[in-house]
Every structure is written in structure tokens, then in C-alpha cells.
């Protein structure tokens, strides 16, 4: 429906409504009618397909209507969920209610859809009885005091949905989500200051019942060890979340949890409701052989009623029928990342945990969703792509460091459409056997995703905590759609429980080291042990391995240099073992070695990682590994940072095991913080092999070979003139660094905002040049001499000539000559401003982030200098330097140009300029006409 028919179809609309008004209006009205009558039209108006008359599979509908799923006794999920809710890609939700209920006054529908939209992480959803229409921002929790203003963002009546059609139509039709128009809105409306993510309100709670149960578990049983605690208070949260999420999507009776609380020992009933729950659903989650320390502790009454009383409202903002379980995933993350830690004196500490990964980041942070879903698509997508389900049930997919479980989910979800879209598309929801597959809505059985749980997902994690938090993921995912009437039904058809037990599938080790690291290490203690956690990865998999290894290796490996590890013996370990282990030792080259190690022949490997591999001297070994063993299908660099709370350079990478790679052409995509990713060029796998040190140049297309080899060729670098000094770091720049001259120790200063192309901006600043205010760069030589000057800041360098006596802070190179008179300052000053250079940094040494990239001493000492070794090139040096003090001299009139046309005049000059010093540049270095081009399109 085009947007005019859809403006007429809900004007039609309105005229129906007031007809039947008074109708409508009377208290009693039933509800879910009037959404039959009403509001699914609205809907439908504005492009959603309601009642699924498109016979989608579930999996690709985009609304679920779920009025009808809601309990009677409770309202846990919103009437409407809309974008791709099945695929966890809803973009609003819709709350319905009858003309009875005055929206604008009522506050209890502005709360219901505010805790909706905040426990599903949807940003804005909308409450409507059709005659008001109100919209939200969901991303602060609501609070029972709230007005019904509190978070609106939009209120209008039904008589104004002509006037407002637009907006409607932007935010909540299904074509303006698409386009965009949604997400925008978002941005620019929604609150942002004091906004608590969700997952991060989620791990305040966890952390605050985990003190909870410490304290009483330490108090009250005294035997206990730290471990031990650890574990008892991960299992009985672990329980208690997982009941409590199937309570709210009507698996269990609601507020069984709370039943607990009603009399006798709390935790003992508690107990019992967890045998209860080991007998129907027999995971491993419940299963108390394993666990024979939560059987025998003791727990305060109101220790368990405090916790299982702050999941339900109006103690609990969360609605965990809506709660995705990748948002509980993201939470765990950081959780996982802390541990109990009790004194002598049972006093409880919550500290980050002593992993180095986890010290390094100051906590753990997880992956984000579109991370997880690119690599997923992009491996297990391939692998199971135009297969059949018993095709698919031999693929093996593991990750070696599998934290929460973020990718693990991942791929469970992708498997978990493909196979509802293959039943869906092959008629089997409408066969009524008895073992049936899906349902006739379009839901796989619990049986059908056990199948798939432990036929294809595999995982190892050090931390045992991790497991559990991995399988509670995998199960919490397979209980979604299911009800109290599904659950029954498959236990009747199999009477060893509802969910898999996942204990063969995710395993507790370390992924780095196997037991031959004890050969030859006699001086480990019971607990040194217990830390290294060494995996036979053979004895854990025996099927897998026997079938040759997996089919993809997923996730996102930890990086830590083992030289910051207390314990050589791991170090001297990795150097022997592992054929990239060289020098410098990252864990996340070894995982990367591992992954490969792990992969069978035409397996695909998928890793998030730092970016550091494609060039570093001492990754070296592990770019040889890649060219030896895999097929590099892709590399993805990112000009942003991925993990907001980690300063580092990632790239996703997807291989192929196979050697036979030689006419192999790798797809080289860069992607900007919106995550588009975009194609910037195909490289030939053979040509990494051609460089000395193999270095994964992703910037060098076939095209740009010839050329970049004719521009350094009879070429020495700049490195053989000059050396770069970095400027002042002070130890405290506001004490040190004054607009004010306030002694003779104060000299001028000038930092990177100072500098241009050609141009000096006067100094405005003085530093305090003594050498205790100076912790790097207070060498006054330099500061005394001419020189050319960097800014540290830029994609490519930013220079210009600066005189002797000016001091600059450390956003500055210094790059002065070695040996006096051994080249011309301006003439080495025309090459690294010119087209020439600019795009031989932006092949070789271009920092892609979008903001602060970086300009690096090595690379400026790089710069190729064409040698002048004829009188042809030293009229061309000769010339050059006529045109960079025409530039300087230019670009010091514009600072004192005051008429606007005197500026125009003297910036037109700048660039005839600038052209004229490209023009003589190109014919020194040779370049063509075609090379021109080439040149000034990508720079």
C-alpha cells in the first residue's frame, strides 16, 4: 500500500470509528474485538501484515499479534510487537487498549508500555485505544509515581491522524522503518542523560543479590570456601532466572517463585521447586548429583524472599516475558566478569575478576548483537545454506572461549530459522503426526530444538561460571514460544525431560593448553591447577573429532600478552607448542591458531579480533599460517571502535581451511559506526607472499601495485634525513601550559590545532619549559632549529614549516634534519603535503577511524624522497621549493586578509597554488595520466 492509500485507508478508518463510537466507548467493550475491528486495520494501513495473510513462516512475520497469548491473571507481553520480533529484530511495540480507557490521564497504560518497551530494549513504543494515540520513550525504567506525561514524547486523537499522518508514517509504518526514519527519531528524542542501558541495570541487580546470598550462604554455613560460595550463589540465581523468565512467557504458573515466600523454610521450598523442575525439564540446570553443595546449605528467609520479591512488580521494573535473552546474555557478560570474594570476617567483596583479559579491559564487555549476527551469517550461514535438516545435524560449530554464550545463541538462532523455513516451505506444519516437527503457527517443537542443541553447538570457557551462563543462554532460548500446554504435550512424548542436557556440548577447560602442559611442571598445587584448567579438546569432543574436527570455529578469543602473565611456565608453554608463539604473545593469535588447528579441511573460521596481525613484525608467524592453511574469503576493518569500553583496532575475519588458495581473491569491506559495511576492494591472496614480511596490506588493489612501486622506487625515506620528535608531554597540562607568559621559564608553544597545510597559526599559549614540568619530549635542541612540523591527529599528515625558538605540546612531530644541509626543509615539506604522498599514506599507513586517527613516527619516516640525481630533477627541486614559500606566504596573508573578497582572492591562489606543486610533484615521481587519476580518486 502506497502512503497516500494508507492515509486514505486510516481517514476511511476514522469515519468507521465514529460510527460505531458510543459502541466502542462502553466499559465492558471487549478488548481483543476491538483490536480485531480496529486497530489491526490501523495496522495493516500502515503496512504491517497483522494476521500473517501472507502465510510467513514465524521466523519471517513482521508482527506478532499476541493478544491472545496474554494470562489472564497478568499482562506480560504488549498486544503488538513489530519489525521482526521472531528474528529479535522488533522495532516497537503497541499496547492496546478500549475508547473506555482515558490514555491521557490513565497512568497505568503509560507505566505497562514503558516496562515493555524498557525490558525488550526497544527505545520508543506507542499505547493507543485508537481514539488517543501515545508515544513513549522506553528507555528509562518507569516508576510507579510517574504521571502518564512522564517519557511521552507525542500525544494526539484519533481526529488528528490526518494532520499527523507524516509522522505516523515515518516512525511506524512498515516502509518508514525501513528507510530509516525510525532509528533517527530515536536519536534526536529519545532521553539520553541518565539512561541505564538495560543489560547494565540488569548486572546492578544480579551483583546486588549475589552480596545477598553471599553473606547469608557465608554466615550460616561456615565450611564453605570462596569457590564454593561462587558457585552455590551462580547456581541458585542461575535457577531462579530461568523459572521466573518461563513463568512470564506461561510455561510456569505465575508467581510459583513466589509461592516459596509463603511459609516454612523459604530455601528448602525453594529446593524443592528445583526438583520439581530437574524432573520436567532434565538440562543439567537443576540437576543436583552434580551439585551437592547448593543440596546442603542453608539460606535466610529473607535472603530468598528479598530476591524472588524484586522480580515481580512493583518491586521489578523488568517484564521478562519480553526480556530478550541476549540482553540477560550481555548482562551476564559483565557479571561473569566479577567475583565473590568473602573476608575472615563475612564481610562480602565484589571484585573484577583476576583475569588478565578482564584486569586489561577494567571488566568484560561483550560483543555486540551485529557482531555476533555478521559472523554467524557469514560462516555457519554458508555451511548450512541449501542443505537438509539431517544434512545439517552432522555440522559442528564451537567457540573455543565461549564467555555467555553471545555467539553460541547466535548460530543457534540461525539454525533455528533456516530449519522453521525449511519445514515451513516443505508443508510439515501441516502434517498432525505425533513426533511433528513444527507447529502448525510456524514454531519448531522443544523436541526438534533439543535436536538441534546438541547436535551442533559446541563450547569450551574457562570459567566455569562461563558454562553455565552459556548453557542457561542456549536454554532459555529454546523455552521461547512455548507454553504450560506445549511443555506437557512433549513430556508425555518423552519422559527424560523437555531440554537437552548440555554438559557433553559446553565444556569448562582452557581452550590454550592440554594436559601435556603437566608433563614436564611438577611444582603445581592442587589450586594452580584448578586455575590453569587444562582441556584435552580430543577427550572432551571424541564424535567430533572423529569425523575430522569442526565445521566452524565462532567467537571473539580474549587478547592478553602471556608476558603479563605471573606464570613463565605458560609462556615458555605457548612457545613451544605454537608455531605463531613468537616473542611478543598474544592469547588471541593463539586462539587464532587454535581455531584453524580445531577446523576440518573446507571448515570455516570467523573471528572478531584486534587488528594488529594484518601488520605487526611479530605476528608475522601467524600471516604465514593464514597463507599456508586457509582460503582468506573476507576481512572487514572497522574505522570505529567496536567495544566502547576498550581502546582497541578490531577487523573480522572469515577463512576457509584449505591450502589451495593460490588464485584465491580475498573481499577486503571497511564499515563506519552505522555498520554498512561497504566493498573497498578485492586483493589476490598470493600477493601477500611477495612482501618481505608478508603483511597483510588490505589498502593495495592489483591497480595500485605498478604505481606505488614507481613512487618508492629510486626513492630513499624520509628516515634517511630526518628523525620525528615528539612534542612536550607535561605531567599536568593545566598547571603547566598558561595563556600567560608568568616567568622567563615560559616559552611559546604551539599544539596540533596550531597546524596546517602550510600554514602556522601564532601561538597563543606558553609552556613551563623546566624539567619538572616536562615528562617527554623536552629536548631543546630541536625546539631550536627550523624544522617541519606533523600534527599528531589525521588520516594523512598535516605540515608545515615552522622557525627555530617555537616549542610545540605533544599533538606535534618534530621532523628535523639528522645532519645539517643534507636536504632542503621546504622541499621535503612540498612532498609530504603533496596528492603523491597523500596517497601513498592513505595504501600504506591510513588509521581509518573516523575520529582521532593517528599519524604514526614510523610511517612519516617512511615517506618515500625521490632521489635528485640530474639536472631535470633539481629544476623540478628547485621548483618545488618556489611553490611551498608561495604557499607560506599566501597562507600568511589569509590570516591577515580582513575583506571577504581579499580572502576569496588570496584562497583561489592557494589552490592554483597547490595545483601547480601537485603538477610538478606527479613529473618527478613520472606519473601519468591514468596514474592521476588514480591517485586523486582515492585520496
Known sequence: MTKEAAKKEIEKLVNDYELHRNEYKQ???????????????????????????????????????????KNKDTTKRPDYAFGFPAKNNAKFFAEAKTPSTIIHTDKNPALQIRRYGNSGALPVSVVTNFEEFAIYDCTTKAKESDSPRVGRLEYFTYHQYSEKFDLLWELFSKEGIEQGYHDKYIKSETKKKGTVPLDKDFVATLDEWRKYLATSISHNNLKLINDEINFAVQQIIDRIIFLRFCEDRNIEKFETLLAVTKKGDYYKNLYELFKDADIKYNSGLFDFEKDDISLKIKVENKIIRTIIEELYYPKSEYEFGVMPVEILGNAYEEFLGKVIRVTPGHIVKIDIAKKPEVQKAGGV??????????????????????????????????????????????????????????????????????NYLITPEGRLTVTEKKRILQNNLFGVDIDPNAVEVTKLSLLLKAMEGETETSVGYQLRLDKKGVLPDLDCNIRCGNSLISPDFYDEQLNFDKNEKKKINAFDWKAGFPLVFKQGGFDAVIGNPPYVMLQNLERREIFDYALQKYSTAKYKIDTYQLFIERAINLTKYKGYIGYISPNTFLKNIHAEPLRKLFLQKTKINEILIFSYNVFKSASVDTCIFILEKNSANKNNKLIVKQASEEFKPKLKTKINQSSFSSNTKNDFNLMISDDDKDLLKKITSKSKTLGNFCDAYFGIQTFDRTVYVSDKKKTKNYVPVIDGGNIGYFNLNPSTEYVNFIPAAIKSGGNPKVYKQERICIRQIGKVPIATYVSANIYTLNTIYNVHLKQKNSANLKFLLGLICSNTIKYFWKKNHSDEKETYPKIKKEAILSIPIKEINNPNKKSKHDSIIRQVDNLLQLNKDLRKAKLPNDKQSIVNRISSAENKLNEIIYELYGISKKEIELIENNI
Open 365 to 434: 564487555f561483550y560483543t555486540p548483537q551485529y557482531i555476533v549476527n555478521y559472523i554467524v551469517e557469514h560462516t555457519v550461514g554458508k555451511l548450512i545454506n541449501g542443505k537438509t535438516p539431517e544434512q545439517i545435524s552432522k555440522i559442528k560449530i564451537v567457540d573455543p572461549a565461549c564467555g555467555s554464550g553471545s555467539f553460541l545463541l547466535g548460530a543457534f538462532i540461525h539454525l533455528l530459522r533456516y530449519h522453521t523455513d525449511y519445514y515451513w516451505k516443505k508443508n510439515f506444519h501441516k502434517k498432525r503426526e505425533k
Open 27 to 69: 466499559k465492558g467493550y471487549d478488548e481483543y474485538q476491538f483490536c480485531i475491528r480496529i486497530l489491526n486495520r490501523f495496522f495493516n494501513a500502515l503496512g504491517w501484515d497483522v494476521e500473517n495473510k501472507l502465510n510467513k513462516s514465524e521466523w519471517y512475520c513482521d508482527t506478532i499479534f499476541q493478544f491472545k497469548l
